[in-house]
Structures are given as C-alpha cells and as structure tokens.
C-alpha cells in the first residue's frame, strides 16, 4: 500500500456470505478471521499473511465475524501517512458487520497496489460491537515513516520456496507505537486480551469473552 494505492477509489462493503461459514467462525466467544489476498492470473488467490509482496503486487482483504458490530480500518504506510480504509467519509458506506457476513476491503473493483518504499504497512483494525459515532476519525494527516526492512525466513522459504516475514500478519500493537489518532481515545489498550492463530492462509483473531467495548489490532504487510 503506497501513495499510489490511495488514490484509488477506496471503498469497502460488506456483503451476503457466498460461501459456508468455517468452522472457527462456529467456535469461541467472538472471532474474527482476515483472509489476505494477492491478485493472479485467473483470479484472486489467498496468501501466506506473511509473504512478502513485490512491487506492483494488488491485494485486498476479506474479513469476517461471528457476532454483530462495526468496523473500522486504517493504514499506517511507508511513506509514513495515515489514511482511513474503512469507512469512508466520500462515500457514506455503512460500517455495520453482521455475524457471518463477509467484508472485503477494498471492495471487489478495486485493490491496493504495492508501489513505494520497502517494508511495512501497518494495518489498523477497530472492531467494536457498537458504533463509536456518526464521524468518522481523520487519519489522513502526516506521520513517522516506517524504517524495518522485510526479512525472509530461510526455514519457511526453504520449505515453500516463498520469502516470508514472520513478523508480518496480524499481531497485537506493540506497547511502545503510538495508535493513530482517532483510534487510540476508542480503544485503549484492550486489545491485550485477543489470541492470534493462523489456518492455512486465514489470521483468526479471537477474544475469549464476548466483547463489551471496542478492541484494536494491527495487520503487518511486508512488501519489498
């Protein structure tokens, strides 16, 4: 995700389930599960959350709950600019999930495209199981650029063939980054309560209790 990939037309919605719901959705309290995908020939395939994407790469994500609530997504790129994915204020999507429903962001029309500076996006994730207001927080302000390059992992890319960053996918905010404006006065720091897992190729993010406020996580793309 660079500069160019914003200027895209951004939106995300959320959409009727076109598949049957997995298992883990049927599991737990309240999961989550974020499917990371990489345009190819003949389609979208599902990704290794932490594959390192090359230049020119499109990727979306599919998101998926089992409860009710709404979300709201952020990213923080390389350039070091804040950007709102998810909703958008031009567009006046609604942000409601439903339990089941799949969400993709962007939406289908359009992806993000890896163009800029190697190493990190870092995706924010606010998920809350009540709207946190009619406004939208403005992200879109100028901030630290990101210095970490993407390092593969010579087991896994041994055993696949493919570079892999282990410490990209989804994981909990560090203590010490500071949460972009707008989201940290609404989620605090209760996201240290969620369990991360991977499936195959799907992040599944759980909270062992049902969620009483909102909760926020990141979703690391590393890309060269």
């Known amino acids: 995700m660079t500069r160019a990939a914003a200027a895209l037309v951004l939106v995300a919605g959320c959409s009727s389930p076109v598949v049957a719901q997995s298992r883990t ?6 999961r989550m599960e974020i499917v990371l995908e990489r345009r190819a020939p003949g ?12 230049r020119g790469d ?19 790129g390389t350039s070091g600019r804040y950007d709102q994915l998810f909703p958008r204020q031009e567009t006046g999507r609604d942000n409601r999930i439903a339990a089941g429903q799949e969400c993709r962001v962007p939406a289908t029309a ?6 800029g500076p190697a190493g990190h996006e ?13 406004a939208v927080p403005r992200l879109d302000i100028p901030a630290e650029p990101h210095t970490l390059i993407p390092r593969c992992d010579d087991a896994r890319m041994k055993a696949r ?9 989804p994981r909990l905010v560090p203590r010490d980054i500071e949460i972009p404006p707008g989201l940290s006065d609404a989620a605090g720091r209760s996201q240290r309560d969620l369990m991360f897992m991977r499936q195959q190729d799907t992040a599944v993010i759980s909270s062992p209790e049902p969620l009483t406020g909102p909760v926020i996580y990141e979703f690391v793309l590393a890309h060269r």
Request: contains cysteine; glycine residues 10%; proline residues 3%.
């Open 43 to 54: 389609g979208w395939r599902a990704i290794d959350p932490g594959l390192v994407l090359d």
């Open 58 to 76: 499109e990727v979306r994500f599919r998101f998926r709950t089992n409860f009710d609530g709404y979300l709201y997504v952020s990213n923080h």
């Open 25 to 30: 959705l049927n599991n737990g309290a309240h």
């Open 110 to 115: 359009t992806a993000f495209r890896i163009a």
């Open 122 to 134: 870092i995706v924010y994730w606010l998920v809350s199981p009540a709207r946190l207001g009619d």
């Open 161 to 169: 063939g493919d570079c892999v960053d282990v410490s990209a996918g």
